[in-house]
């Protein structure tokens, strides 16, 4: 089965084609066989520079890029794919075939970016003549580790006999096992960090799973973002600050851990944010700019007090090392308190935030501690794409969860 899927739910413009082998009996009773995805082809056309300027995603900015860029992305994809005999019909090419479906981002994410997605994607299918179906962006990501690895994160015990040497060439070949050959262990508790969204998961299977706990207020993701902004650093802030964290002190500013003792699984960023903007003032060398008056005491306010404080090296790096461990403390607590509530014994790691090295070392340890494998995506497959909204597609289509319409829905979670 092949798939060709849209993602729009943002500034990046993606395309992909994923085919789907049902899984092989490797004739290993424990765990669960999964399907195994080939990407044949992941395009994405990043807006990074267009919205930097603007420190931030400008939704009408967006839109017009991806009116741009889908056209653009699917003579790419066509070219190397499919070829177009006419506008009523296709023809196969001396390699590969038409997509048996088609699949489009529906939300969550910004409306108007959403509805260039949809509407593109109405049209290829009326033309391709194969069916369309809306997928939810947030099970995309939930998804995504289901995709082909570089790198093979968890043991291989179970595909050889007891007490036999592993073969070389299994040896060899190794780093070039795709996730598709491996079993996955369930139950399993997954976490979702990006920029809109912080939730937890946990999962009886691929099939059916249940929200447990999400974020009150700032995602991880746009605290990464929010606090950057603040030090006067560029957009997208996220990964300069896992950037200057790895030469700073993480233990050099006692910033809080919200909600982490907590016995629920819900989050909270926006009082760490407000921690460290007040750690910020106070390095402010003017005390009467610091203090501000009473019109000037929001966040956004502060943050223009700020914009013309230089901070050195030493302080940009011990900020952001501090504020980051307090970010992935809170994380991993609630997660693997997860694990052990539920038994799980697989954690899966999932988003944009997903890509920071740091998060993904020490969720894996903590996971690893607790008796859990842990599961993440290649760092190509955290960010937006559209590979993962094929797999998210397939595994709908092979569920009863409620199918979702094909109009933009912002609001849409899991």
């Avoid at 369309?132 to 998804?143: A, D, K």
């Avoid at 746009?222 to 200057?244: C, H, N, Q, R």
């Avoid at 910020?280 to 956004?300: A, F, N, T």
């Avoid at 539920?342 to 997903?354: E, H, M, R, T």
């Amino acid at each position: 089965m092949r798939i060709l899927s849209i993602e729009t739910s943002c500034d990046d413009t993606s395309m992909a084609i994923v085919e789907v082998t049902e899984p092989k009996n490797l004739g290993r009773t424990p765990s669960v066989l999964v399907p195994h995805f080939k990407v044949l082809k992941n395009l994405v056309s990043s807006q990074t520079k267009i919205h930097s300027h603007w420190g931030g995603v400008v939704p009408n900015l967006a839109k017009r890029e991806h009116l741009k860029n889908l056209p653009i992305l699917w003579k790419r994809i066509m070219n190397k794919e499919l070829r177009i005999k006419n506008k009523k019909s296709m023809i196969h090419n001396s390699k590969f075939v038409i997509p048996d479906l088609l699949a489009v981002t529906v939300g969550p994410g910004l409306e108007p970016s959403l509805w260039t997605g949809v509407e593109f994607a109405k049209k290829l299918s009326a033309e391709l003549k194969i069916p369309l179906v809306g997928v939810n962006h947030l099970e995309g990501h939930l998804y995504s580790f289901l995709l082909p690895q570089k790198t093979v994160i968890t043991n291989i015990q179970y595909l050889i006999p007891k007490n036999k040497k592993l073969p070389l060439k299994l040896v060899e070949e190794l780093p070039k096992l795709e996730i598709g050959n491996w079993k996955l262990e369930f139950p399993a508790v997954a976490l979702l960090v990006s920029g809109g969204h912080t939730i937890l998961v946990v999962m009886k299977n691929l099939k059916t799973w249940k929200k447990i706990g999400e974020t009150r207020d700032d995602a991880a993701g746009e605290a990464y973002d929010k606090v950057a902004k603040m030090m006067s650093l560029p957009y997208p802030g996220g990964p300069l600050i896992e950037k200057l964290a790895k030469k700073g002190n993480g233990k050099a500013i006692a910033f809080p851990r919200p909600m982490m003792r907590e016995k629920n699984y819900e989050f909270s960023f926006s009082g760490l944010k407000t921690s460290v903007l007040y750690y910020l003032k106070s390095l402010v060398s003017h005390p009467e700019r610091s203090e501000g008056s009473r019109e000037e005491s929001s966040v956004d306010s502060s943050v223009r007090q700020l914009s013309d404080f230089r901070m050195t090296a030493e302080q940009l790096s011990d900020v952001s090392a501090s504020f980051q461990f307090a970010v992935i403390d809170v994380l991993t607590a609630k997660t693997i308190r997860a694990v052990r509530e539920f038994g799980a014994k697989s954690v899966f790691l999932c988003g944009g935030v997903a890509a920071n090295k740091t998060l993904r070392k020490e969720l894996k340890k903590a996971a690893n501690a607790a008796g859990a494998e842990f599961f993440a995506p290649d760092f190509e497959y955290n960010t937006d794409n559209a590979a993962m909204i094929a797999v998210a597609a397939y595994l709908q289509q092979k569920s009863r969860r409620k199918k979702y319409p094909l109009v933009a829905d912002s609001g849409l979670t899991l």
